[in-house]
């Protein structure tokens, strides 16, 4: 039987009201928004590309009606989110998604008046954007799944772009390997990156017990530093052979990238946002179907339980750390070898912060911390698509946009939150 203590912890667990203060913030902005700033006219969303298997007709509501409809919904959600706590239950996670698209669709309808919104360029941009959030959040539940508090998701991903830039440049015009060569060559060595940053990590958080949140914090600021001198007395002297590595392009997956909104955005992409797919399978697979999962989340949850049945606690944080860091570089290389197409001071600008934020929003589980970096790719990219229809948005607003969503989601909708027990805690054999 439960004692009195624990009933009273349990409850008072259970009743956190950040959902529900969170959803009334919105809930209010959309009012003011929509209610007491209408906008006239009406908008249109563009769901179809020319060469999909079927067109979709383009969707055209009334601008002001349609927002204000979608604020009074807003509105009635928020409240029900106050009774789902009220009444002792957590807020389920469809709920607050069916709060975001019905928010979301009132501002995209309220910003887009007498404007088309390209939605599959919206969604497209969003998973570009994400690719690098998505492996920096992988890297994050790996390591802090196994003990490790990983801060250093973002000089993981700069060492990972800076490398694989150099790297694949050189490989290409200067030893004149084949363009598919030079890329693995440099997807690669933006793997290595990686685990090298992750060494230092796990070297002093695990045998020498520094704080792991101050190593990580240091270690951003030494790749900063470090890729940025070498990028101004390396990189800069000779841009055309050093920094102007090959792309990948993108390989449309036959009939399937040719379904309308989901065919472009999910099966029009490069191979490394192929590999983003494997990779999300992969780490959910191994932490919860296999032997290798069961030993991480061992040392990360109980580590003297985990040695007490011949688990090696400390060598299976470095080598996980280490792997992790395997996965940030990858994103680190997407800048590079896929996105920009070359490299640039401070170019990764604090994806590795929102990756780890990602981790959080999602508990620590890939699929989840997956979700949330789209998420948090689809706030950054939502930014472009306003500037394009012209959203009567402040340019300041739309530049901190993504990171306003990013506190909200983590401070307001992640609810209580429990990480594994050992995490960031270092652990010394008795």
């Not at 970096?373 to 698509?385: I, K, N």
Request: charge should be positive; charged fraction near 10%; hydrophobic fraction near 55%.
């Amino acid at each position: 039987m439960p004692s009195s203590d624990q009933i009273v912890l349990e409850r008072t667990q259970i009743k956190s009201w950040k959902a529900p203060i969170a959803l009334g913030v919105f809930a209010l902005l959309a009012i003011v928004l929509f209610v007491f700033l209408p906008r006239q006219g009406e908008s249109s969303f563009r769901f179809a590309d020319p060469g999909d298997f079927f067109a979709i007709p383009l969707l055209t509501v009334p601008t002001q009606a349609t927002s204000i409809v979608c604020a009074i919904l807003c509105a009635i959600l928020a409240v029900g989110a106050y009774f789902y706590i009220a009444s002792g239950r957590k807020v389920p996670i469809w709920y607050a998604i069916v709060f975001a698209l019905v928010f979301m669709f009132g501002f995209l309808t309220w910003a887009a008046a007498g404007h088309t919104v390209p939605f599959t360029g919206l969604l497209l941009g969003s998973v570009s954007l994400s690719v690098p959030l998505v492996f920096g959040a992988l890297g994050g539940v790996i390591s802090e799944r196994a003990g490790v508090v990983n801060v250093a998701i973002e000089g993981q991903l700069l060492a990972g772009a800076f490398v694989s830039a150099f790297i694949a440049s050189v490989a290409q015009h200067v030893w004149h390997l084949p363009v598919v060569a030079a890329l693995i060559i440099g997807m690669l060595s933006a793997m290595l990156a990686g685990v090298l940053v992750s060494f230092v990590l796990a070297a002093f958080a695990i045998k020498y017990l520094v704080e792991q949140v101050i190593v990580g914090v240091v270690l951003n600021v030494l790749v900063t530093g470090l890729t940025s001198f070498l990028f101004s007395t390396v990189l800069s002297n000779d841009i055309p052979v050093l920094n102007n590595p090959p792309r990948f392009e993108r390989l449309p997956i036959p009939l399937l990238s040719e379904i309308p909104v989901i065919g472009p955005v999910l099966f029009k992409q490069t191979i490394i946002v192929y590999l983003m797919y494997i990779a999300v399978f992969l780490v959910w697979f191994g932490l919860f179907k296999t032997r290798w999962g069961l030993r991480v989340r061992a040392v990360g949850e109980h580590p003297k339980a985990a040695d007490t049945v011949g688990i090696n606690v400390n060598g299976t944080r470095f080598w996980n750390v280490s792997l992790a860091g395997a996965v940030a570089g990858l994103g680190g290389a997407y800048f590079t070898l896929a996105s920009v197409g070359a490299f640039g001071k401070e170019m990764t600008n604090g994806a590795g912060f929102i990756a780890l934020a990602a981790v959080i929003f999602g508990r620590w589980d890939p699929i989840r911390a997956t979700l949330a970096a789209l998420l948090f790719g689809f706030a950054s990219y939502l930014q472009t698509t306003l500037g394009i229809i012209g959203a009567p948005v402040p340019s300041e607003f739309m530049l901190m946009l993504p990171y306003v969503v990013t506190i909200f989601a983590v401070a307001g909708l992640v609810g209580i939150s429990r990480a594994p027990a050992a995490d960031g805690k270092p652990y010394i054999k008795s």
